[in-house]
């Protein structure tokens, strides 16, 4: 079965800083990736996927940007924090090919700009 | 993009009572899916259905897929205090993504 570690649990940081956050699998290989961003109370929304190494599909216009530097892990960064982006960070995989039997996801990262 | 309309919205109930929810799209799906998110946690699968009529249990969930593909159900039987949390739907369809269409959530409170 595969298994998420995703980090920080929590963070907070000030407007304009930079921010990586990581998230690794353990479990299978070529993992589909996804980088979802949850406001309070609220839906969950696509930011980014990737099927391989390199490789990353933007779902929103926004400040944020992905990379996939190894096979299981994906990084979810910014330059520049803006107020909009607090929320909680959920990243989450599924077996290439096999997504339709769901998604595993992490424990999340909770996000707040200050 | 694909969106799944789910309700209710958000349920306040009794310890004890039935809860049911449901999610509806315009498309016709291939799979449903239900997760529960407790709160600050990530989503884990609950039930997963594969076939239109499917009628599938975990416990005291049950869940089922729509005879028209386009909509499935979740019900709770006899509440307990750790049902509380939100409630997602997903599902997949015939658009060369590899990715789950989610519902909007339905955030289900429980009171002694």
């Known amino acids: 079965s595969q298994t998420i570690h995703q980090w920080p649990a929590t963070l907070v940081q000030p407007v304009g800083s930079p921010l990586s956050l990581e998230c690794t699998v353990e479990?299978?290989?070529?993992?589909?990736l996804y980088w979802y961003r949850q406001a309070a109370g609220r839906g969950l929304q696509l930011l980014f996927y990737?099927?391989?190494?390199?490789?990353i599909s933007s779902e929103v216009p926004q400040n944020l940007s992905a990379s996939r530097p190894q096979d299981r892990q994906f990084i979810l960064s910014s330059k520049k924090l803006l107020l909009s982006d607090s929320g909680f960070y959920l990243c989450?995989?599924?077996?290439?090919?096999?997504?339709?039997?769901?998604?595993?996801f992490g424990s999340g990262t909770r996000l707040t700009v200050v | 993009g694909q969106q799944l309309n789910q309700s209710p919205q958000s349920m306040f109930i009794q310890e004890g009572e039935d809860v049911s929810m449901n999610c509806t799209s315009s498309?016709?799906?291939?799979?449903w899916l239900w997760y529960k998110q407790d709160p600050g946690e990530g989503p884990v699968l609950l039930i997963a259905?594969?076939?239109?009529?499917e009628l599938t249990s975990n416990g005291r969930l049950t869940a089922q897929f729509g005879i028209t593909r386009k909509d499935s159900f979740l019900n709770i039987s006899a509440s307990i205090p750790s049902d509380v949390g939100i409630y997602f739907c997903?599902?997949?369809?015939?658009?060369?993504?590899?990715?789950?269409?989610f519902g909007t959530g339905t955030r289900l409170q429980v009171f002694p």
């Open positions: 259905l594969y076939k239109a009529g």
């Open positions: 990737s099927v391989g190494i390199g490789q």
């Open positions: 997903a599902g997949t369809i015939y658009d060369n993504t590899d990715k789950l269409i």
């Open positions: 498309s016709i799906f291939n799979t």
């Open positions: 479990g299978t290989s070529n993992p589909n």
């Open positions: 989450a995989c599924s077996k290439p090919g096999q997504f339709n039997y769901g998604y595993t």
